[in-house]
């Protein structure tokens, strides 16, 4: 992984934008970051011949990396035109992917991945409590029926008020097992409050 992030981090830091979100900024520090290890590691697990469906690429930096993983069949959505399109040069560029990044808002009808993947993306628009929140996150796998779901969470163990972060996207293993009934579901800690700004957690459905 260390010389394909030093590859992506040059391209980033070559065509980095004043256009671009705050957030693209993690991609051009000098070292990856936590929840790329944690999900590599996670990703070994299953067969490289695996399709795999990202919610939300942004910049299209984590398909990348995926990609570098060996996971070739991969593609995702991202609604923002500006960042789909960046996305899309950089996975060419870097990958020799074409249109891996559909510019579209999710969930829209898409083949049955193998593995789901929604990371470093809360999404809670016109959402105000946790039942809606669940709800949009069931809706989300429902959409898609993949063997496996790797979903990003803020964890409920993060307590310190932010407007960014609102309690009700803050969630605990209890509140993921009972969205997700009958299902295995194994827990991976990323970021840890006070250490990063918050406290997040990814969840391995299956
Ligand atoms: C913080 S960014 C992270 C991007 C990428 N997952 C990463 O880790 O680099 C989250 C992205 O998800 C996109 N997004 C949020 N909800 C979405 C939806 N329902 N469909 C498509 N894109 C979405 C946002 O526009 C934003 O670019």
Redesign the pocket.
């Known amino acids: 992984m260390g010389k394909f992030y030093s590859l992506l981090r040059k391209y980033n830091l070559k065509n980095n934008k004043a256009s671009l979100p705050e957030?693209t900024s993690i991609y051009r520090e000098e070292e990856p970051p936590v929840y790329w290890t944690v999900l590599k590691n996670i990703l070994n697990r299953f067969p490289k011949n695996s399709t795999v469906f990202?919610?939300?690429?942004?910049?299209g930096?984590?398909v990348a990396m995926i990609h570098d993983f060996g996971f070739k069949k991969i593609c995702g959505?991202?609604?923002?035109k500006t960042?789909t399109k960046c996305a899309n040069e950089k996975l060419e560029f870097l990958c020799g992917l074409k249109n891996a990044i559909q510019n579209?808002?999710?969930p829209v009808f898409i083949d049955q991945p193998d593995i789901l993947i929604q990371?470093?993306?809360v999404?809670f628009e016109n959402i105000s409590t946790k039942k809606e929140y669940l709800k949009l996150i069931k809706s989300f796998y429902d959409n898609a029926v993949p063997k496996y779901f790797l979903l990003e969470v803020i964890d409920s163990k993060f307590k310190t008020h932010t407007n960014i972060f609102p309690k009700f996207v803050r969630l605990s293993k209890n509140d993921i097992s009972k969205t997700f009934t009958n299902k295995t579901i194994e827990s991976f800690p990323t970021y840890v409050y006070p250490k990063n700004t918050s406290s997040k957690t990814i969840y391995l459905i299956s």
């Open positions: 957030w990202e919610i939300g690429s942004g910049a930096d984590l959505i991202e609604l923002n960042l579209n808002t999710y990371v470093n993306c999404y």
